[in-house]
């Protein structure tokens, strides 16, 4: 493998993202994509943001996530979109973008001989040219199980984050996904 890069929130961001509240969490009305960012209380009423993001893995090759902003003016047209309830902990999904040479005919002969796929890390095969693991989604795992929140990058509207709830909806994401507790995020190296 030539590249492998990671695109994870550092330390203090995952202890700021551990004090969001339970609660309403909003939407910029007056933003075009609507979804690009999405905005939580914290413990000592600040203002948490959670972004769709975009990170150069190598040139013409990107992977989207999510990262946490620093809000310094909360937005005027704020929408409340949904509510987290309780919270006992948080789960960080992670997807992996690579790169790997197109098999003979995959790709028509005058395109590029190279295929990009996305999944779990378990997926990522041998002849991998480069790869790039970002934050997907995050899980908002409620006190009493039944009723989670998911924001997750919306692969369907670009630049678009989304809320999922439902178990059955969040685990079908999930599916795509490697999940990590806190520490575990932020022990995390790309393999050699």
């Given at each position: 493998m030539k590249i492998w890069k990671s695109f994870f929130?550092?330390?203090?961001?995952v202890e700021i993202l551990g004090a969001i509240k339970g609660g309403s969490y909003f939407i910029d009305g007056d933003n075009n994509p609507k979804w690009e960012s999405v905005y939580?209380?914290?413990?000592?009423?600040?203002?948490?943001?959670?972004?769709?993001n975009y990170f150069d893995i190598e040139f013409k090759f990107e992977t989207f996530g999510?990262?946490?902003?620093?809000?310094?003016?909360?937005?005027t047209a704020l929408l409340d979109v949904g509510s987290i309830p309780e919270f006992e902990k948080i789960d960080f999904c992670v997807r992996t973008e690579w790169t790997r040479p197109?098999?003979?005919?995959?790709?028509?002969s005058h395109y590029e001989?190279?295929?990009?796929?996305?999944?779990?890390?378990?997926?990522?095969?041998?002849?991998?040219?480069?790869?790039?693991?970002?934050?997907?989604a995050?899980?908002?795992?409620?006190?009493?199980?039944?009723?989670?929140?998911?924001?997750?990058?919306?692969?369907?509207?670009?630049?678009?984050?989304?809320?999922v709830t439902g178990s059955a909806?969040?685990?079908?994401?999930?599916?795509?996904?490697?999940v990590f507790t806190s520490a575990e995020l932020l022990a995390w190296q790309p393999p050699l």
């Amino acid at each position: 493998m030539k590249i492998w890069k990671s695109f994870f929130p550092g330390s203090d961001d995952v202890e700021i993202l551990g004090a969001i509240k339970g609660g309403s969490y909003f939407i910029d009305g007056d933003n075009n994509p609507k979804w690009e960012s999405v905005y939580f209380r914290s413990g000592n009423e600040e203002w948490i943001a959670l972004t769709w993001n975009y990170f150069d893995i190598e040139f013409k090759f990107e992977t989207f996530g999510i990262s946490r902003e620093v809000v310094r003016k909360v937005p005027t047209a704020l929408l409340d979109v949904g509510s987290i309830p309780e919270f006992e902990k948080i789960d960080f999904c992670v997807r992996t973008e690579w790169t790997r040479p197109a098999s003979p005919g995959e790709v028509p002969s005058h395109y590029e001989q190279v295929i990009e796929e996305a999944g779990r890390l378990a997926q990522v095969p041998a002849d991998a040219i480069s790869a790039g693991t970002s934050l997907y989604a995050i899980v908002f795992r409620s006190i009493n199980g039944d009723s989670d929140v998911m924001i997750s990058i919306d692969d369907n509207i670009r630049f678009s984050l989304k809320s999922v709830t439902g178990s059955a909806k969040i685990a079908a994401i999930l599916q795509s996904c490697d999940v990590f507790t806190s520490a575990e995020l932020l022990a995390w190296q790309p393999p050699l």
